[in-house]
């Protein structure tokens, strides 16, 4: 084979033993690979879908409940920042106490939360219960593939992680349409609603189907003195850059952040160096193919995020759509990542993870740079094409990425891996929609007093800028009631150059982005593995 997996094709497989053979594993209902892969995607595509259907419903909550565009980064990347945070404990924890268990309280607690936040009455709660979802979403998804880890041969891995991954497109593809026509029809809450029948669903179906299985020689202790480095240094590290738009890249308060950042993450690869039972056990990084594949896991969501988060206000704001509407225009990206999937794990098995990979930012790449050209009246055979190009360009990265990190850890650490392979999404999408969000705010703000002077509008003083900078990174018009139509449609001219000149900058340090991490992926080797003793079923 040439794909890079853990162990061998010939490697030993679980054992029969006393569980497995009353539960029929490969044969009935409980441990069965293909049922099980069914019941983790239910409970990762509730995830999947929680993420698109809060992009459409942005702009409503911030209508509904007077939040600013930090406020709606915070309903994002909070949700991220709690997920990137507690992935790999979460990952430890499958591992420790069974991938099935913390799976399926994962899957409660994720549901109950989202009933919370649809009764949130101001957004301040919203933010917070988000940051409580985003931790039981941690619970889900590095199980997930922890479970398909301990499930598949290894021959049969990464056709398992395709599927799964275009189990997750599939999700997002549907959260769009399925987010604009409830925010449009019933209200933003309704968007959280909806996981309740999903998520009952992926409930019943795993405590049906799910094996009970933990890797042997797992330590007990949980390493809380890494999970609150870890912690503390992600949450400077996002905070730094978002306030970036407020405070400025070289004020003291952005490096001092930054800084901290640094001495955290220092303190805390130093701890795992010596930790009896570390949170990130640092010996998975000596293999060059799994560094890789985590930092271009976070390219690659660095791009998608920053993208998504700046697509729904183009289309509803600058575009004038309503969330359906901006729903079908964003069709065909969440589409092509669906089919993006299927054929990557196809190309993964017969030409190993390098080629998808580097084809894959090199399309991504492209499309970013597709949309720096987008105006103000783009038609949708002018976005759909460029959408089209990025969904199936992000696809061979992330599935191929997966592949490498999953592949390529012992089985006793699957949890663990899983959740690295997890936390370097979701610190990626918190960077772009950080990182991006910020530059948008700073190009705004240097922008919109020349529109506006060309406009002959006047000028603006730097009190006025800092009011509109808000509304019109989300593409908004800060058009006063009661101005005449004709100086109305100027202003809101003014405030959609403004906009643009943001997004378009935004879009085209995503494609310098893709296009730095094809370097990484020369590092990815073909047919390297890492063996690991069978999981124990319990």
Not at 170 to 180: D, E, H, T
């Amino acid at each position: 084979m040439s794909h890079t997996t853990a162990l061998e094709p010939g490697a030993a497989r679980p054992p029969r033993t006393p569980d497995t053979e009353k539960s029929g594993t490969g044969r009935g209902l409980r441990g069965n690979p293909w049922l099980t892969l069914l019941a983790v995607a239910l409970g990762v595509m509730m995830v999947s879908l929680d993420g698109t259907v809060v992009a459409i419903a942005n702009p409503e909550i911030a209508t509904d409940l007077g939040a600013s565009l930090g406020n709606l980064q915070w309903v994002t990347n909070g949700y991220l920042l709690a997920l990137a945070v507690f992935l790999i404990p979460a990952g430890k924890l499958g591992d420790r106490y069974g991938h099935r268990n913390v799976f399926l309280a994962g899957a409660v607690g994720f549901v109950l939360t989202s009933v919370a936040i649809g009764l949130a009455g101001n957004i301040t709660a919203l933010i917070g219960l988000r940051v409580l979802q985003g931790l039981f979403g941690a619970m889900l998804q590095p199980t997930a593939l922890g479970l398909l880890r301990n499930s598949f041969p290894p021959e049969k891995l990464n056709m398992a992680i395709g599927i799964w991954g275009a189990a997750i497109s599939s999700a997002s593809a549907a959260g769009p349409i399925v987010g604009g026509l409830l925010v449009q029809h019933i209200g933003w809450e309704s968007v959280f609603f909806v996981n309740v029948p999903l998520g009952a669903v992926a409930i019943a179906v795993g405590f049906a189907v799910l094996p009970g299985t933990r890797a042997p020689k797992t330590g007990g202790r949980v390493d809380y003195l890494g999970v609150a480095l870890l912690s503390a240094a992600m949450f400077c590290l996002v905070w730094a850059v978002i306030k970036t738009a407020e405070h400025g890249w070289g004020s003291a308060y952005t490096l001092g952040f930054l800084g901290a950042f640094a001495v955290l993450l220092a303190a805390f690869i130093g701890w795992q160096a010596r930790a009896a039972e570390p949170l990130m056990p640092l010996r998975l990084f000596r293999n060059r193919s799994f560094s890789s594949g985590v930092v271009l896991m976070v390219f690659m969501a660095f791009g998608m995020f920053g993208a998504l988060f700046f697509l729904t206000f183009y289309l509803i704001g600058v575009g004038g759509l309503s969330p359906v509407e901006a729903g079908v225009r964003m069709l065909p990206l969440t589409v092509m990542m669906v089919v993006g999937s299927a054929v990557s794990g196809a190309l993964i098995g017969r030409f190993g993870p390098r080629i998808p990979m580097i084809a894959g930012l090199l399309i991504s790449s492209g499309a970013m740079f597709w949309m720096t050209q987008l105006d103000a009246d783009a038609s949708i055979a002018t976005t759909g094409p460029c959408f089209a190009l990025l969904g199936f360009g992000i696809s061979p990265i992330m599935i191929a990425a997966t592949d490498v990190i999953v592949g390529n850890a012992p089985v006793e650490l699957a949890g663990v891996a899983s959740g690295i392979q997890q936390a370097a999404m979701q610190v990626g999408g918190a960077l772009g929609t950080a990182v991006l969000g910020a530059v948008m705010a700073a190009k705004v703000s240097s922008s919109l007093p020349g529109h506006w002077a060309d406009a002959g509008l006047g000028s603006l003083s730097p009190e006025q800028v800092d009011a509109m900078k808000d509304p019109v990174s989300q593409g908004f018009a800060p058009v006063a009631p009661g101005t005449p139509p004709d100086v109305a449609a100027t202003i809101a001219d003014a405030a959609h150059a403004s906009f643009l000149d943001g997004m378009h900058l935004a879009f085209l340090i995503g494609a310098i982005a893709f296009t730095c991490a094809i370097s990484l992926a020369l590092l990815v080797r073909t047919g390297e593995r890492r063996e690991g003793p069978a999981p124990v079923h319990v």
